[in-house]
């Protein structure tokens, strides 16, 4: 398995051969194509970042760009899984949600509840998250958490090239709608994929990196910052595991539950802001379910509590780094079993 | 035997009755019932706006699709859904069409292609649009609807969808029930365009406007642009101006409406009374056949709301069930 | 100090004292005067429940009922805000933000900060939330986690007559922007109210009922069911004490500690979905702030993770219930000092 | 000296080229320093559209409010905003527009009626609505102008808008700079209907089309609906066929463009050649008189740059401060 291939390539390989295999999976959003109705060349854009290019050229029709209306082609894709499709719609920016949300959370998300059962609305709706691309508080936040919080969604959000095919791949076969989160300053991050299909099961974390002394739980690019942080605490001698959740919702609580029953101790890392998120989540749910095996406080890493600030000087403080995250382990450390 | 000068055989004619007789006697005992006591929750009553959704959707087969609005009894029963498990969903009762987990504002059944009523204003249109796009892809001359009431027209979800159907040019319906009130402010307010029909241009779609009550003015229009989507011609928009019997929901006291307007509604523009006039008045069905509809249906509702009564509640064992396929 | 009224007249004459004090507080909504445009009474509904009932009477144009069209009107309370006029938005259910978050989170909330300090927009936005209204998913939720989550926001959430119109009044001053929720089950609920104006400041907790052994955290219509718990428990001798956050932000984290450190044990009650709600909120902070103080893990009380069912039966079920809360204490209790 | 036949003055006239001067060579400079890497994050350039924005708001005042788009530099510009703090601004510095928290897709000024870039499309309709109402509360005749452009012309907030600003009546413009492209989807593909004035009668609003690259055509137009907007005559909708110079942001390699229409918009329907031509070959206005314009622009965007690349960066004391008045 020598191969190595970019998340973005990653993502896009995962639709292609989803399109492939299955002729019920369609895709739309804005400039996905690209130069639709233009003169110049069609397929022009593939995305705004590229991700979708030449799947158009393969699988032609359905493909579908579309009118600058969120609400109206989110829609659309959630009543095209209600009736029989596998709808990929991308929402660009997952800060975009905001005038579509109520497609996602009050219809996709409900439908099978409200109607006893007798629905399923298998959509997949892909958006880019996260800071550090310079564009600023409406283009660069994770929102993650206010999916999360939706009973009826899943959330995904991948880490590495491997995982964002074989995760999308199960998100597109899933029967539940499903907000699969690609972290944009990933995209380019490559890995070793394999070119045949495969899946990842939804609702599986993935223990990155095995120690014994403390346990970082975390997703999407803070993996990176977290592993980062890894490597320099293991030159003190410090053994860190880290736990990629990989899907948000479901949680894999127990692989959670497990390591900070070996280690003892948890720092919780999360790139979204700091009420009420993932870090929140996950530290809550440990000192309910694994108190008596925590031998110190919890310590959360999350940007402050403010909107993405523009300047790159200002954008990299907000971002949490591998050194906010290594004091906080060593914090954990210097804080005794009480 | 006089010859039947309406576009429908003497049996249709007499299924239109039967179905707007029963959306007509549901709602009525609802009316009753929730006074009562015996309904939970909000309740938004059809009743007088039944030749509209039967006209259009009796164009329908199981295979084409509608997405309804809080007011969605009547499009659910023209649209095939069974009437005791509507009965049984508005208790809360197991058995019901979603177990007694939606309740009046959410009954769907998607083998009839009734993808449900909706607590949220406008967001059916996306909804159909979407499923027209799957009727496009399976090639079959299915078709979707969207209903929409004249206050929701105004949803942006709604506009959208009338752009993306055009541009995508969807076999897909709108249908705005205009009946004149969106709760208690008044069409004339919170529209700001006179026409419906300019809206729809305002879109690149055909827009047409009828009298709602007039079951046969319905048919047609809507037969028509029916027609026209399941060839591939497209979207377009239908007004219908028709008239709420009953409060916006159950319980309001309707001051803002002027006196005398409902009275005058049931007496001089009840669809039912129009559509009977219409059939016994060309000797097509006597008053007889449609007295026997009407026990019918009395009797079909009746036994609905008895086997609602009796259904068992749901337990505990049902609150978390049915959230994901998988999970 | 005698009178009491209900929250919805302590609402109704919050916004009308504010109005009279105020000329820039104007106010907008579906119904909120009710029959504009038609032949029949004018304020015939004053809000979809009454609570804006007779306010046009005396303030007149200041009140204006909205075409269905919660991103415009929303919004244009925003922008009126930015353009110095202090609006009060009543979004009717809070289920509805779904199709004007936009103009909540990325435009209200990020102004101030994405224009460097150079703006304020003083908007409240009032909603109903909660469950218990036999209404079903779409108009029986809370998502309060959702508003707290997002910076810039302030969100508000009475728990009595009183803290309703302290609160609201305060709300209206303040110059962020406020989202105001308020329990639909608590309108009728009646207390002792001033007749004269008065403010409850933002952030500030309020301890409801002291004890010495276990404290519970919540808010809204929860704190009464935990009263209801705490008063039963008292039966049994043991001493809740119950928090009301009354504002989830700002957090009044420091009244949450204090209560902690004193009992050492937390039951967090949301009757918000469990997931990333403002109970793993609670319960994360805690443990990251006063681990120490812990006896025993925290117990965390919420409905599951499910849409709000319809059937009154299961209505009931989901709502957190005061023998749930009172099992979540005694539990906390059992669990002795590790 | 010959008669001025033009609707301004002299004056005015030579402020005009200048503001649409500056426009083009800030965006110009822009495009160069970010091909050069000087630039971070997402920049939309306003080249070519220049028109548009200059000859709508050089009617208005600082008690007039404008909400823009992402392509927003040429409204700020013409609404006043100062030069060097939007450069600094763009370049992420302190004492920029925003003490650089918010970039080229946010910058604002409120005291100069600017309302703000916007990252989502279509948000700056409700906010101008707002605006109004607020105007329309101090009853001074002010008004405010929202942008869209033919993409974003089909977001829900936007037709939401349109509806609200009529039922309230507000003064309100709706300018929608058509340049024929959203991202790398064509107009054509994307608005359901051919004119923009058919939507703006959807929504019972008169609206009127011209040719943005015309500054003089813009200038009148406006002129007229911003006169009715302060009368209380209500809103309207403009619509100004213009033309984009660069790509849809700065990195765009514009493949979907048909091949050389770029350069035949710069050597024929240029709105700065135009306007030149139109006031030189009137004798108004001499070649060396625009001349020492362009000069004096050129100096004070090289003076803005060299500021903003010398201004200090923000610092970690910066991160958390404005993000709430008080908490
Ligand atoms: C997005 C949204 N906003 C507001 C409401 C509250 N609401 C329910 S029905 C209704 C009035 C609808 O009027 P109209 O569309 O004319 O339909 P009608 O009730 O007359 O059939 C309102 C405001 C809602 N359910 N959803
Ligand atoms: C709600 C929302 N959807 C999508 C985008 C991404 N986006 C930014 S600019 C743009 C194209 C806008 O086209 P148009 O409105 O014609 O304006 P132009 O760029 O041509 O000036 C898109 C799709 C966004 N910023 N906000
Ligand atoms: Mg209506
Ligand atoms: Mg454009």
Not at chain 1, 194 to 213: F, H, M, Q, W
Not at chain 1, 272 to 297: Q, Y
């Amino acid at each position: 398995m020598a191969r190595k291939i970019s998340i973005k390539q990653a993502i896009n390989e995962a639709i292609d051969q989803e399109m492939t295999r299955d002729p019920s999976v369609i895709m739309m959003g804005e400039d996905i194509v690209g130069g639709s109705g233009s003169f110049g060349e069609m397929d022009a854009w593939g995305g705004v970042l590229g991700v979708t290019k030449g799947l158009y050229a393969k699988h032609g029709s359905r493909l579908l760009d579309t009118p600058l209306s969120e609400s109206a082609y989110v829609g659309a894709a959630v009543g095209a899984a209600a009736c029989g499709m596998r709808p990929i719609a991308e929402l660009m920016f997952i800060d975009f949600m905001g005038v579509c949300f109520d497609q996602i959370f009050n219809q996709a998300a409900k439908f099978r509840y409200m109607f006893g059962g007798k629905a399923q609305t298998p959509v997949v709706i892909r958006a880019m998250v996260g800071a550090g691309f310079r564009a600023a508080a409406q283009h660069s936040q994770m929102l993650t958490p206010l999916f999360t919080h939706i009973p009826g969604l899943k959330v995904v959000c991948p880490s590495s090239a491997y995982d964002a095919k074989g995760l999308l791949i199960q998100s597109i076969r899933d029967n539940d709608p499903v907000i699969f989160c690609e972290h944009k300053n990933l995209y380019a991050m490559e890995g070793e994929v394999p070119e045949t299909s495969y899946t990842i099961p939804l609702g599986e974390a993935n223990v990155v990196r095995e120690g014994k002394d403390v346990s970082i739980v975390t997703y999407g690019l803070m993996v990176h910052r977290s592993l980062e942080a890894a490597a320099t605490l293991a030159k003190e001698g410090i053994e860190v595991e880290v736990v990629d959740l990989r899907t948000l919702s479901p949680l894999d609580l127990d692989t959670v539950l497990d390591s900070v029953t070996k280690t003892g101790r948890l720092v919780c890392v999360d790139e979204a802001s700091p009420r009420c998120n993932i870090a929140t989540d996950i530290s809550a749910l440990v000192s309910m379910h694994a108190f008596s095996a925590l031998k110190a406080g919890i310590e959360m890493i999350s940007p402050p509590h403010c909107p993405v600030p523009f300047s790159p000087t200002l954008e990299d403080l907000y971002i949490p780094g591998s050194d906010r995250i290594a004091d906080a382990v060593r914090k954990t450390l210097q804080k005794g079993k009480k | 035997m006089p010859s039947n000068p309406f576009p429908l055989s003497k049996e249709r004619l007499l299924e239109v009755y039967r179905t707007m007789r029963t959306i007509r006697e549901f709602e009525e005992r609802l009316h009753v019932d929730f006074s009562r006591g015996d309904i939970p929750g909000f309740v938004h009553l059809y009743a007088g706006e039944e030749a509209t959704g039967t006209g259009i959707l009796c164009h329908l087969g199981d295979g084409d699709r509608i997405a309804s609005t809080h007011r969605g009894h009547g499009h659910c029963i023209a649209k095939g859904v069974d009437v005791g498990a509507m009965m049984k969903e508005i208790y809360g009762k197991k058995g019901g069409a979603c177990n007694g987990k939606g309740g009046s504002m959410h009954i769907a059944d998607l083998s009839k292609g009734m993808m449900g009523a909706n607590g949220i204003l406008g967001a059916g249109a996306p909804l159909a649009c979407g499923a027209a796009l799957a009727a496009k892809y399976r090639n079959k001359g299915e078709i979707a609807i969207t209903f929409v009431g004249d206050g929701a027209s105004n949803q942006g979800t709604f506009l959208e969808s009338l752009n993306l159907a055009g541009v995508w040019n969807l076999p897909v319906i709108f249908v705005v029930e205009n009946n004149g009130y969106a709760e208690s402010t008044s069409r004339d307010y919170a529209v700001s365009v006179d026409s419906f029909v300019d809206r729809a241009a305002g879109f690149g779609l055909p827009g047409i406007t009828v009298d709602g009550t007039d079951f046969f003015a319905v048919y047609e229009a809507a037969g028509e642009i029916i027609r026209r989507a399941r060839e591939g011609g497209g979207p377009s928009l239908l007004e219908c101006k028709t008239v709420r019997f009953f409060g916006h929901f159950e319980g309001d006291a309707q001051t803002y409406r002027p006196e005398g307007e409902i009275e005058n509604a049931r007496a001089n523009i009840d669809c039912l009374k129009k559509f009977a006039a219409q059939v016994t008045s060309q000797g097509v069905i006597s008053a007889a056949e449609l007295e026997a509809i009407d026990k019918s249906v009395l009797a079909l509702i009746e036994d609905s709301v008895v086997k609602a009564k009796a259904a068992p509640l749901p337990t505990e064992a049902d609150l978390t069930t049915d959230v994901y396929v998988s999970y």
